[in-house]
């Protein structure tokens, strides 16, 4: 009889502690279940703020290198203004010689009318000349003025030269058109000298 009590409060014993057991390895795997969610949340976060401090980075990137293309950009189209300007300078010069040319003539017509030269044909291709002057003058001031219209912070390089180009082959054309026309009342005037010298010698 001793022995089955005793028997029957050692099951008992066991059955509690074994109950006890397993509550207490329920409760720390749900503690560790939260701990690995906890776990998990952090990785997430973690993950998503690298993500972001990629993201910013490429953006970063991105923006560094459309500015440098853009101040790229910028050097160029002021090196291109530079150098047609420089350009135009030398327009404006060989339009000034071509100007003092001009006068020459106009002298020379001058002295021969006065020795009795007929210098009507000649001073007719000189104030035809003199017409060519006026375009190229207005040719250069117009190039000019596109050249300098050209912004250095939104036009494209392609566009610059474009713009530049078109107005540098106007102005090199009307003064080509003027000298053409220098030369030719040169030409009339030198005729007409040798015409007045022929009717001398014939007389």
């Known amino acids: 009889m001793i022995l089955c009590s005793s028997l029957v409060l050692v099951l008992a014993s066991i059955s509690v502690t074994f109950a006890q057991t397993q509550n207490t390895n329920f409760d720390r795997f749900e503690d560790r279940l939260k701990e690995l969610r906890v776990d998990r949340q952090r ?17 970063d990137l991105k923006e560094k290198i459309s500015t440098r293309q853009a101040e790229l950009r910028q050097r160029t189209v002021a090196r291109i203004k530079s150098v047609f300007t420089k350009i135009l300078k030398r ?12 006068e020459r003539i106009a ?29 190229a003058a207005q040719a250069i001031a ?6 300098s219209a050209i912004d250095e912070n939104s036009a494209t390089v392609k566009d610059a030269v474009h713009t530049a180009t078109t107005a540098m082959k ?14 030719a009342a040169i030409r009339e005037l030198k005729a ?12």
């Open 192 to 203: 007409a000298a040798a015409l007045k010298e022929g009717t001398r010698s014939a007389e």
């Open 107 to 135: 002298t020379r017509i001058d002295k021969l009318k006065a020795r009795g030269v007929d210098t009507t044909t000649a001073q007719a291709k000189l104030t035809e000349a003199e017409g060519l002057g006026t375009a």
């Open 91 to 102: 327009y404006n010069a060989a339009l000034a010689r071509l100007d003092k040319i001009a």
């Open 170 to 183: 106007s102005a090199k054309r009307a003064l080509f058109d003027y000298h053409k026309g220098l030369v």
């Open 142 to 147: 117009d190039a000019q003025a596109q050249v």
């Open 43 to 59: 990785k997430l976060e973690e993950l998503k703020e690298k993500q972001q401090e990629l993201l910013q980075k490429r953006q």
